[in-house]
């Protein structure tokens, strides 16, 4: 079992008591949750955060109780962990996004500012260096960067908020995928129209994008199970390769 590495969770520094700790230890854990930081083999107890933290335990508990009714944790016996997520739970949370996010681009394609689109170019320029060398994390970083940045445009928060939780339970999408070069050549192909979609402030284009990259990463994470003949295709997907 791995042992998580505490001593790089950001220390609170100057953080006032009550909700603000709390949420300055939510977001730490969360931003570890989309990088992949946190694996299967991960427990993580109240206990040894607050020490390396140098806080309480009441508030990292409760940030850890947050993230479980969130979904993205579960409790253990020994901590808290990842849920173990079936087949079918993936299929779930991908039905939810294509359901969502595809709308929710064509909104944004309206509430994207001049600095949001500017943060969309370096991200897409991010995720290209990163193609070239090689570098899953910082392909990972790139693609989080532009999908947080769309999304905090959007006017509608609740919209915003429920993305975002399901797009973070699909992280294990990135971590299984990404490490084929293929895969990563698509992220980028999908960033990048998906961007330029953005720029041309083309509602259509961008419903139209969106429900493609989602489609291509369900597609992706199922792929060994229907070669195997173990799913059904998912949905949309009428190649037979």
């Known amino acids: 079992m791995d042992t998580p590495e505490f001593d790089k969770i950001r220390p609170v520094e100057g953080a006032s008591r009550g909700p603000s700790l709390r949420r300055l230890i939510y977001q730490d854990l969360r931003e570890k949750l989309r990088r992949g930081d946190i694996t299967t083999d991960t427990r993580l107890v109240d206990v040894e955060i607050a ?11 409760e ?10 944790l579960v409790s253990t016996t020994r901590g808290f962990a990842l849920p173990d997520l079936s087949d ?11 359901l969502l996010e595809p709308r ?19 991200a897409v320029e991010q995720a290209r260096e990163a193609v070239t060398t090689g570098s899953i994390a910082d392909l990972v970083e790139a693609n989080i960067t532009f999908r947080e940045t769309w999304i905090a445009a959007l006017r509608n928060r609740r919209l915003a908020a429920t993305i975002l939780r399901f797009a973070d339970q ?15 050549q698509i992220v980028l192909r999908g960033l ?3 961007r330029d979609a953005f720029e041309r402030r ?19 994470f199922f792929r060994e199970d229907r070669a195997a003949g173990s799913i059904p295709p998912v949905s949309g997907d009428t190649n037979n390769d």
């Open 192 to 194: 990048i129209r998906l």
């Open 170 to 184: 699909a992280h294990v999408v990135r971590r299984d995928t990404l490490g084929e070069p293929e895969i990563r």
């Open 202 to 220: 083309d509602a259509m284009a961008a419903h139209d994008e969106m429900l493609a990259f989602t489609l291509e990463a369900e597609r992706s």
């Open 63 to 72: 940030a850890l109780l947050q993230l479980t009714i969130e979904g993205h």
């Open 104 to 122: 929710a681009a064509a909104n944004a394609t309206r509430d994207l500012d001049a600095a949001g689109l500017a943060r969309l170019r370096c």
């Open 88 to 98: 079918a739970d993936v299929a779930d949370i991908f039905e939810v996004r294509k």
């Open 51 to 61: 020490k390396a933290a140098g806080v309480s335990r009441m508030p990292v508990r």
